[in-house]
T-cell receptor, first 113, second 115 residues
Framework: GENVGLHLPTLSVQEGDNSIINCAYSNSASDYFIWYKQESGKGPQFIIDIRSNMDKRQGQRVTVLLNKTVKHLSLQIAATQPGDSAVYFCAENIIGTASKLTFGTGTRLQVTL | DADVTQTPRNRITKTGKRIMLECSQTKGHDRMYWYRQDPGLGLRLIYYSFDVKDINKGEISDGYSVSRQAQAKFSLSLESAIPNQTALYFC??????????????FGPGTRLTVL
């Protein structure tokens, strides 16, 4: 089956540094991607999305890059803060599947002081 | 964010019992979803509904049923709970109108334990 996965299960970053969280996907017929943040005991929270016809999208302190050639998606967090500690996962919508999302398993971001 | 609420937040039950998890939203979205989350696995879709009269099975619908009572309410039932249904359950909503992607917004989750 199709797979949306993450390279690193745990990422430790020092406060103030930039974080890069990666996601690989295997389905070329992607319509859009979404990054979610999930804090302990909470539901996934929308961070940013990107359509498949885009290479880059920026939000507040976050940037998502999409490389369709190698089927790779990354989330960059600038000036990482303790409140950024959470599990991050990407989700992919495949063309023709209505609004159904395929989720990766997640990367845990640990921010050290 | 209280736009999507789930009740109960925690539930412990016994094998064979019928359980209902409820989801309500004030976002005015037409589309609602139920997922389960297990350690080491991504969110998996159980059922989804694009409007009150539309119900669709997801990838793991066996052992579950749903009811879309109104635009704002979508409940998930386990007719006869079994231990491997122990998981975190999330409700989500989305609304494609006016957006470029059909972003889903999640509730806080229900932790269900089946003994």
């Amino acid at each position: 089956g199709e797979n949306v996965g993450l390279h690193l299960p745990t990422l430790s970053v020092q406060e103030g540094d930039n974080s890069i969280i990666n996601c690989a996907y295997s389905n070329s017929a992607s319509d859009y991607f979404i990054w979610y943040k999930q804090e302990s005991g909470k539901g996934p929270q929308f961070i940013i999305d990107i359509r498949s016809n885009m290479d880059k999208r920026q939000g507040q302190r976050v940037t998502v890059l999409l490389n369709k050639t190698v089927k790779h998606l990354s989330l960059q967090i600038a000036a990482t803060q303790p409140g950024d500690s959470a599990v991050y996962f990407c989700a992919e919508n495949i063309i023709g599947t209505a609004s159904k999302l395929t989720f990766g398993t997640g990367t845990r971001l640990q921010v050290t002081l | 964010d209280a736009d999507v609420t789930q009740t109960p937040r925690n539930r412990i039950t016994k094998t064979g019992k019928r359980i209902m998890l409820e989801c309500s939203q004030t976002k005015g979205h037409d589309r609602m979803y139920w997922y389960r989350q297990d350690p080491g696995l991504g969110l998996r879709l159980i059922y989804y509904s694009f409007d009150v009269k539309d119900i669709n099975k997801g990838e793991i619908s066996d052992g579950y049923s749903v009811s879309r009572q109104a635009q704002a309410k979508f409940s998930l039932s386990l007719e006869s709970a079994i231990p491997n249904q122990t998981a975190l359950y999330f409700c989500a909503t989305s609304d494609l109108s006016g957006t470029s992607t059909d972003t889903q917004y999640f509730g806080p989750g229900t932790r269900l334990t089946v003994l």
